[in-house]
């Protein structure tokens, strides 16, 4: 006879695994199947960002940014003789972190009673999964009640410049780099791409990042992208933008790279080549044709605004359906959908999806830009505060960057806000709480802010809005829009 479940989640990344845990919750027999395996064969649960994503680059962002600083601890009166990068031991202390992680969600299925199922999971028709463990190549037929698709994502591959894991990486691969390399050539200067050329950068590499847009970080707010420009260009990146990569040559240890530029066709040779052109769904034998799930036109798992699919008690979630592949936006989708099948009616606040790219300084963002305000005849009011007024963050000797608030011109409502700065993947979460419960700036501006801090750039933005700002000059004209 069939094993039967309330509810089966194929795929144990954040959303799949947040799904699982909150189904247990709620009382729901729930299985989470999951194919994913560590360097040694052993079931590694979390998905991409905590096996090959989020987690490990972090590690080594952290790590290198540390490293980093120690060049410059004499600006604050600290010398360092001998400063040595040992890479084995870096990446030995990322592999830590992750071994932990992964092995802590398998400790969260027992503690929360989740049915823990390694292998390969197939969603085919009424609502049935077919299962091979991953012990063997026989499948099983599981019965549920419910299925919860979470299978993630994986990097684009580009033809120009095939992945050879050898010379031409993807971001998995960049994350396991054995030496550093003296040149550095990364495709693509989003997200992804600058969080690894910072790291390499940082531990020596010459990186040369090729983005074929002519905008810098388009989907941020257009000031905040033009200074991390400038930035992350001081820092050694040299990021080149309307750069069209149209080929690739791989060497005995090197990699010729053809690109169109504003210059015509030109060539650079590197040590290694990453590219990061972006992420797609991981979809291939997830669903059988006959089992009511379709694809959208882009190759997302088509969903309504509540993540349901076209197959009745069929949901899908994360990386593999509309919207940003954010892991933090995958987990809310998980509890969602659990709580739904349990009776519920919670919904995700799309609109309010923090942004972060953890580049130092890092970035940050939730709600609208100006330039969205403006295309959609919003008025708008501005405040900013600078962190080279801010006595924590000179302090820290970290006073790079600003915060932009945003303001509906009409009702005060915070419609959006962008920090560039030390921390603001932190900061950022204070946009979001304001945001969440519709706050005023002037609901900020009357919020006591301890001191000193680098919270205290937000209040001071939000006091610039209305021309109160402290320490800072205010403009006379006043910032509407």
Known sequence: MSEEYDVIVIGAGPAGYHAAIRCSQLGLRTACIDKSVDMNGAPAYGGTCLNWGCIPSKALLDASQKFEDAKRFEDIGITIADLQVDLSAMMNHKNDVVASLTSGI??????????????????????????????????????????????????????????????????????????????????????????????????????????????????????????????????????????????????????????????????????????????????????????????????????????????????????????????????????MVAEQIAGGQPTVAYDRIPSVIYTNPEIAWVGSTEQELAENSVEFNVGTFPFAASGRALAANENQGMVKVLADAKNDRIVGVHVLGPHASELIAQAVIAMEFDASSEDLALTMFAHPTLGEAIHEAVLGISGQAIHMVNRKSGSSK
């Open 106 to 335: 398998a400790g969260l299925f027992k503690g929360n009673g989740v049915v823990d199922l390694p292998g390969h999971g197939r969603l085919v028709k009424d609502c049935m999964v077919e299962y091979v463990p991953a012990d063997a190549s026989e499948p099983e037929i599981l019965v549920a009640e419910n299925v919860i698709l979470a299978p993630g994502s994986v990097p684009v591959d580009i033809s120009v410049a095939p992945v050879d894991s050898n010379l031409i990486e993807d971001s998995t691969g960049a994350l396991n780099f054995t030496a550093v390399p003296p040149r550095l050539g990364v495709i693509g200067a989003g997200v992804i791409g600058l969080e690894l050329g910072s790291v390499w950068n940082r531990l020596g590499s010459n990186v040369i990042v090729l983005e074929a847009l002519e905008e810098f970080l388009p989907m941020a707010d257009r000031r905040i992208a033009r200074d991390s420009l400038r930035i992350f260009q001081s820092q050694g990146l040299d990021i080149r933008l309307d750069t069209k990569v149209i080929g690739s040559k791989v060497g005995s240890s090197t990699v010729v790279v053809d690109y169109e530029g504003k210059n015509g066709t030109e060539s650079i040779e590197v040590d290694k080549l990453v590219v990061a052109v972006g992420r797609r769904p991981l979809v291939s034998n997830l669903f059988s044709e006959d089992s009511g799930v379709s694809l959208d036109e882009d190759g997302f798992i088509s969903v309504d605004e509540n993540c349901r699919t076209k197959a009745q008690n069929v949901f899908a979630i994360g990386d593999a359906v509309r919207g940003p592949m954010l892991a933090h936006k995958g987990m809310e989708e998980g509890i």
